[in-house]
């Protein structure tokens, strides 16, 4: 719900349990004046205090007034170069070299719905609604927007800036955030989300000091380094207690999250595209949308924050083209062939999968072009005939036949020089004139900021595509981007290319949707480097780490729990020992690791034993039939695997508590185990459970009293208790 009080300028989002509020002041300056649990709608601004502190500077409204200065006031939108000295959410340059921002309130309005954003990824609903402040710049008729989009289920406020240059002459952008929030204290922790390739997402957590403190990338994606997804919270919130601000961007190119506690101990977000190699030029008439960022504050504690965000991305931001269907239980070859398979193998795959209920065969990297090895053919991507003969229309039948739907893995935005594609268009690749380009991976970046780029390979890519029934493809980015200078923009716009290059992949995801409407799409970048907010808007789910193994898994996949929902977190049963570590668990607690996302295989079933088989088709059966509880279920983290406690745990619960599914694995091992109990959370206390259909256990005990743990010997064993209401 949007309150307006039109006559004292003091505009308040309520959503169910959390209130947000912005007032314009006697200058007109828009200030922030609360975020937090939910309050009665009146005016908070008396929390705002005013005095003559050394060193503020005063705007020249303020006359004689020394008590009024940006730098001490908390701002709804930062600016700079006129007196606020913390970190500012725009810089512009103007032709004349000057810097400076001055925005005051001219404007708002209310709008039913949620306003949407074009080219960009955007929560949508339709019973949210819209809230649009125009601020002003009138020395240089620059007009920032600032809208709020307020979803009041799941407690989610999005914002989005929009900024136009009405003036006569073309400025420079030179930064330009999503969000900025401005607290009245700085007691906070920050809880960043930190790693590499095959460790993604640990959660980081420390006090806010003085000073600046954040992350960022400036890999051209979101990264496996950290996540454009911060936590500020109270010193001494937990799961279930606590006072605590989430920040998503949705956005999966260079991001900065950054945090400043001042001189006065108040602390300030901001977040948005990083400013690094970042400066956009606005003609005179021309705007520029920033991305949308989703902001979650939960007065109860991080468990209640990743519960709503998880509603907020299934509910509004995911569009899943099988909503409401089951997604299928897939089989990928990868970690099982690389790029050693043939038509043949896979339909072989295909046979011993299928009857176990497997119910999609992927086929990884390796298909097209001259690829046996990472070393070329990316950008040629045409059916390589040689493994796959007569292509994809004679494949996909096989796999069908055998009851198998058909998906496909491809690599849009790469080129190796040993590629038909680089030979003929070496200038379609990132590279700086006159310097020998930086190869990862021996491939290269194709400059996905020119049009003609990305029609050329979706072109090949579409006719592949149309050419059998593809049910699924797995779009993977496998580099960062390095070199980065665009042949097709003049000296001065290319602090463009980074931006443009991530418009031109969401444009490319854009095109994809819309003529394979069908085609679930899956998005990787080496495993987990860009899990972001804005990617699941175009792919329902992402690869979440080149990590298969069962124990890190438990680690990685309770890291992105803070924020993304298990039905986004591609998951799969490797074999062992595991590639990534050497490693060997039981195929068991695979299982249960991996069933909590997106689920499913990859090795090569016909090495499986019998005995292993029997144990696949139970997990796919038990998946299958509590799909809906452990993709939609809430989500609690019973434990934190960082603590390195025995065991790690986890739960699934029904939104009317009347089911849920308890996962637990054993991480370390020991003789004369000790007596353990494990708390659960989140049942109806006044309702009473079987557990694996025995017994009757009151909610309330299970809560407080606790499960007695079995003693299970061997390494990394697991445990599942389905739990069901009497
Ligand atoms: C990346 C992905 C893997 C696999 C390979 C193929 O590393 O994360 O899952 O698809 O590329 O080259």
Known sequence: MIVLDNENRVFTLHTKNTTYQMKADQHNVLIHTYYGPRVSGSDLSYLVRYMDRGCAPNPPEAGLDRTYSLNT??????????????????????????????????????????????????????????????????????????????????????????????????????????????????????????????????????????????????????????????????????????????????????????????????????????????????????SFTAPEAALICSPNGLGQMSRQYHRAIREHLIQDPLRGQRRPVLINNWEATYFNFTADKLVDFAKTAAPLGIELLVMDDGWFGKRDDDNSGLGDWSVNTEKLPGGLEALVPRIQELGMKFGIWIEPEMVNEDSCLYREHPDWALTIPGRAPT????????????????????????????????????????????????????AQCQGEVFHRYVLGVYEMLDWLRRDFPHILIEGCAGGGGRFDAGMLYYTPQIWCSDNTDAIDRLRIQYGTSFCYPVSAVGSHVSAVPNEANGRTTPIRTRGVVAMSGTFGYEMDPNQTTQEEKEVIREQVAF???????????????????????????????????????????????????????????????????????????????????????????????????????I
């Open 73 to 286: 006031l908390p701002q709804e939108y930062s600016t700079c170069g006129l007196g606020d000295f913390r970190l500012p959410s725009i810089e512009i340059e103007y032709p004349d070299g000057s810097r400076a921002v001055d925005l005051r309130l001219t404007d708002w309005e209310e709008e039913q719905g949620k306003y949407e954003l074009d080219g960009l990824p955007f929560f949508h609903g339709a019973q949210a609604s819209t809230l649009r402040l125009y601020l002003e710049d009138t020395t240089t008729n620059l007009v920032v927007e600032l809208t709020y989009g307020v979803f009041e289920d799941c407690d989610l406020i999005t914002r989005c800036v929009e900024v136009h240059n009405y003036g006569a002459a073309p400025i420079r952008l030179c930064q330009c955030a999503s969000v900025c929030l401005d607290f009245l204290r700085s007691d906070l922790d920050l809880i960043t989300f930190d790693g590499c390739h095959l460790m993604e997402r640990s959660p980081d957590r420390s006090p806010l000091r003085s000073g600046t403190q954040g992350v960022g990338s400036v890999r051209g994606t979101s990264s496996h380094q950290h996540n454009p997804f911060v936590v500020l919270c109270d010193r001494n919130a937990n799961e279930d207690h606590g006072l605590c601000y989430g920040a998503a961007l949705l956005y999966s190119g260079n991001f900065q999250a950054q945090v400043e506690v001042s001189q006065y101990d108040n602390a300030r977000l901001v977040m948005g595209i990083n400013p690094y190699h970042f400066c956009w030029t606005l003609e005179p008439g021309t």
């Open 623 to 725: 998946f299958k039939e509590h799909y809906n509880l452990i993709q939609q279920g809430d989500y609690y983290r019973l434990t934190d695997p960082f603590q390195n406690g025995p065991y790690t745990a986890w739960a699934h619960v029904a939104p009317d508590g009347r089911e849920a599914l308890v996962s637990l694995v054993f991480t370390s091992l020991r003789a004369a185990q000790p007596f353990r109990v494990l708390k659960l959370k989140g049942l109806n206390p006044q309702l009473t459970y079987q557990i694996n259909g025995e017994g009757s256990w009151p909610g309330d005990v299970l809560m407080c009293a606790g499960y007695p743990l079995p003693m299970l010997n061997g390494d990394y064993q697991s445990l599942q208790l389905y739990l069901s209401a």
């Open 439 to 490: 190869r990862c991976r021996n491939q290269l970046v194709l400059d996905f900021s020119r049009a003609e780029v990305r029609q050329h390979i979706y072109k090949q890519i579409k006719a592949v595509l149309s050419s059998a029934d593809i049910a699924y493809v797995k779009w993977d980015m496998n580099r960062s981007l390095t070199d980065v200078w665009s042949a097709a923009l003049p």
